[in-house]
């Protein structure tokens, strides 16, 4: 019966009201439906010290769309005018406790912020409980926030498009069930019912009760009922991209990182002619709930060097550091930081002496990336022949996404790769990588030259405990 790391009681915040670097924040927005008006509500009565979020005005207009996030620039503007830095304990609440609060924290959480929590109950239940309101808007002291936009946690409309037609993720839609099946109509006026094809619904009103979010093991057994493995991605959606981050919090409090949100969500997809749209109850799942999972293989090659420079990223310290006889431990320990998303196991069942066999093999090298100190990537080369280099695996740590260097990073390992003067170097990826991953690929000169299918076989968490206990 645990709860969310995400989750603060009103006990806590109470306690911390005035503490400096403790920041509050009423996020409330409502649809039309619900006859509530959170500025209203807010200028009435409020937590002490609050701030007001306005999500209608603090957000991009240019896309026509409801709520699309605003620029890192503009965003931090308007946190730094409400005295809020990044670097603060920050809790955002909303009416009911789980409707649009969860859609600044997962805003702040994008930008860069980390300590944001969501106050559980929500001020309807902090009214309820006779705490202390105040109608005064408080001055707030400006404040500078820093931002650093992580753009993995925001799916565009054309990477949407890619995954409903390769699965590469699961999308999981927050709406309603009526609105999911086609049975209700959309709030928006001229905009499609239905849902997009293989989503899985699981609407955001049921994972709390009573203004308090679902104990994990609840919302476990909801995942599951859902259909929503959590070893995979996931892309959560839903009317207008603010509930979708109720189902965000959710996976992210079950521990579960992969994950982004789809920001133009039905206002988008609906609301166009060219997208495929189904009606009814969710599609029957391709494969059981444990199982090999089904992955289209392409394998590339380039011929020739790459001819584009990238400048090395700026504001970090990154070195690049040729790993020589790497022990086995920490080599799994790339590999599974690396690969954990993208269903990398092959290594990880190796017994001792075959890994040691490959990685001691003079033809094999392991180049590990640092990022302000710390392992954030790695990649591995492996010279076939004299004509041929593989570039066997690649990839970066979770918390280095999004901080611009995937693109340098793969520039440095081709040119590794391309010292070792071959006439070719290929590389493999599938349909459970990064759906990016394809296109980069290409980006920096290889070409598709074969597919093939494969069945890939996630390891067991008994497995992995026997990994952990291993190594």
């Avoid at 959309?186 to 203004?211: C, F, K, Q, V």
């Avoid at 959560?236 to 133009?264: F, I, K, P, Q, R």
């Avoid at 392991?366 to 710390?374: D, P, Q």
């Amino acid at each position: 019966m645990g709860k969310s790391r995400f989750v603060v009681s009103a006990d806590w915040v109470e306690s911390q009201l005035g503490v400096p670097g403790f920041r509050i924040v009423d996020a409330s927005w409502y649809l039309p439906a619900q006859k509530r008006n959170g500025a209203a509500e807010y200028a009435e009565g409020h937590i002490p010290g609050a701030v007001f979020f306005d999500q209608d005005a603090i957000a991009d207009h240019s896309t026509g769309l409801p709520h699309s996030l605003p620029s890192p620039e503009f965003f931090a503007e308007t946190m730094g005018k409400l005295g809020i830095s990044e670097r603060d304990v920050i809790v955002v609440y909303d009416g009911p406790g789980f409707f649009s609060a969860p859609r600044l924290w997962w805003m702040l959480r994008a930008m860069g912020a980390e300590k944001v929590y969501v106050l559980d109950g929500g001020l309807d239940g902090w009214k309820r409980d006779g705490r202390q309101l105040e109608s005064e808007l408080p001055e707030p002291e400006p404040a500078v926030f820093t931002p650093k936009f992580r753009g993995r946690r925001v799916t565009t409309f054309e990477e949407m498009r890619g995954i409903v037609d390769n699965r590469t993720a699961q999308v999981v839609d927050a709406r309603g069930g009526g609105r999911f099946t086609g049975e209700e109509a959309e709030p928006r006026a001229g905009m499609r019912s239905g849902h997009m094809p293989g989503a899985r619904s699981l609407p955001a009103a049921s994972l709390s009760e009573g203004g308090h979010l679902k104990d994990l093991d609840t919302l476990k057994a909801m995942m599951d009922e859902a259909g929503i493995d959590l070893s995979r991605p996931v892309v959560t959606s839903c009317g207008s991209g603010v509930t979708a981050a109720v189902v965000t919090l959710a996976l992210e409090s079950l521990g579960h990182t992969n994950n982004s949100l789809y920001d133009g969500s039905w206002s988008e997809w609906g609301g166009r002619t060219d997208t495929p749209v189904v009606t009814g109850p969710a599609e029957t799942l391709d494969r059981p709930a444990h199982g090999p999972i089904k992955a289209h293989v392409t394998q590339l090659e380039m011929t020739a060097p790459p001819r584009q420079s990238l400048p090395m990223p700026v504001n970090l310290h990154t070195a690049i550091i040729v790993a020589k006889d790497i022990p086995l431990h920490y080599y799994r320990y790339l590999y599974r930081q690396v690969g954990k998303r993208w269903h990398w196991y092959k290594r990880l069942r190796m017994p001792d002496d075959e890994l040691e066999a490959i990685l001691r093999n003079e033809r094999v090298s392991v180049t590990v990336l640092y990022v302000n100190g710390a392992p954030a990537g790695f990649f591995e080369l492996n010279k076939l022949s004299d004509e041929v280099v593989e570039l066997s695996y690649f990839g970066l740590f979770e918390h280095a996404l999004g901080l611009g260097i995937g693109k340098w990073f793969l520039l440095q390992a081709l040119y590794s790769a391309w010292q070792m003067n071959p006439k070719k170097v290929i590389v493999s990826t599938n349909t459970l990588d990064h759906p990016r991953a394809l296109p980069l690929y290409q980006m920096m000169g290889f070409a598709p030259v074969g597919t093939s299918e494969a069945w890939i076989e996630p390891m067991s968490d008994a497995e992995l405990l026997a990994l952990a206990k291993r190594d």
